[in-house]
């Protein structure tokens, strides 16, 4: 296996596309607009980033394996790769392809970055929902990073109707039963990795496929689908988006999106929901246990009220919407022990709160305003908890507080939920409405 930082000595700048690197100068500019990088020679930038090699006891150099799979074309990849391939097909169900393009058409580079925002614009352009959009390129530049391109077969993406394929030469380097687990990835392309993720787009923490599970479930469709084929040394994955295969159906998922949780309660939900005809149910044989709850809840919001006035018009929203929050009692109860983990339930997390945050996943760099601002949205739909932001932003946990929560309480902008117990086990956030009305 040719590792892809070999140093092609007879390769130079003339054998790559200049294109391509602007693009991915422009775009790392972007992400890192003061870095000193963006100040050096296209050579010496090609080196920091590790698209260029020096052969110290020679003084030879060249473009490394990785800079000509990234910045090259097709033809001259396949001078060093001769079994390289990309493509991207589509079709309605039946056998006709209705789009379809290779990286040997010759309309463009035929390299892995060009190919990797080509597709990223078509499923940007065909997926309305954000996070399923996000999910799909996680997936893509996981394929595009992990492939063995001295392998057969080539890289291929498939969209069917009801599901996407992703097939690559080269096996999992880590068992399959591991692949969904946080752990240190295992990296077949080092130099790869390292020339997509300083534009944001990939990270070492090998938890990509992690992230993707969670948001397929998080959707309710069909966990996806890891296959190795030994004999043909390949990977596929596959992402099912069949509406037959959803775990619950569209009304049971808008009780997911309304259901009151100990993490904090949405009182908007509550109040858009109280004079809905099907909400209005007969109180059932847990009657008398859930109003002693009610009571025990309405005990701690009047605190909470003594101490900031703040939830006085919600809190009689919620005592007098009891027919609602009966129905959700028991989807309640299960969320009361996920509590007592550091994980987050998926199911908690509404397509609304993840499509917010979306930009915060894409671009791992944003400005402070931005990444505020995005904090500020989410807690306007309902109060969350540390780890649903880390979630959700997929930042830390202390990078979340320390950054931005702790100056957005400074500014008053947000409030917590329980003031006089900073360390309590189920403290939330909540955006402070007094702020607006100053």
Known sequence: MLQDNLILEHYGLNELNFDTIKSYRDRFAEVKPAHPWNALETKEFLYKVGAWGKVRDTHKEGVTLAGLLLFSEERIITEVLPQYFLEYRESKGNEEWTERFTSQDGTWSGNIFDFYFHIHEIVRNSEPQPSIASSLTEVLINMLIHADYNGEGGVILEKQPSHYVFSNPGLLLVPTDSVFSNTVSQLRNPNIVKLFSLLGLCERSGSGLKKVKQNWSLHHYKTLAIDQDVSMHRTVVTLSLSTQERQVSSSEKDTYNTSITDSGNNFKDVEKYQNTPENDVEINSYNKELIEELKSYNNNVNSLNKEDNYYNNESNLYNNDVNSYNKNHNSCNNEQEEDSSNLVNVENIDTKLWGIAALAREKKRLSPNQMEHIILELCKEKPLMLKEFA???????????????????????????????????????????????K
């Not at 959700?392 to 979340?400: A, F, H, I, M």
């Not at 117990?421 to 009305?437: G, R, S, T, V």
Request: no cysteine; aromatic share 10%; proline share 9%.
């Open 391 to 437: 979630y959700l932003l997929e930042r830390t946990p202390d990078g979340v507080r320390n950054n931005y929560l702790t100056k957005l309480l400074r500014k008053g902008q947000l409030q917590l939920k329980y003031p006089n117990q900073p360390n309590h086990p189920k403290q939330a956030y909540l955006f402070n409405k007094k702020d607006i009305e």
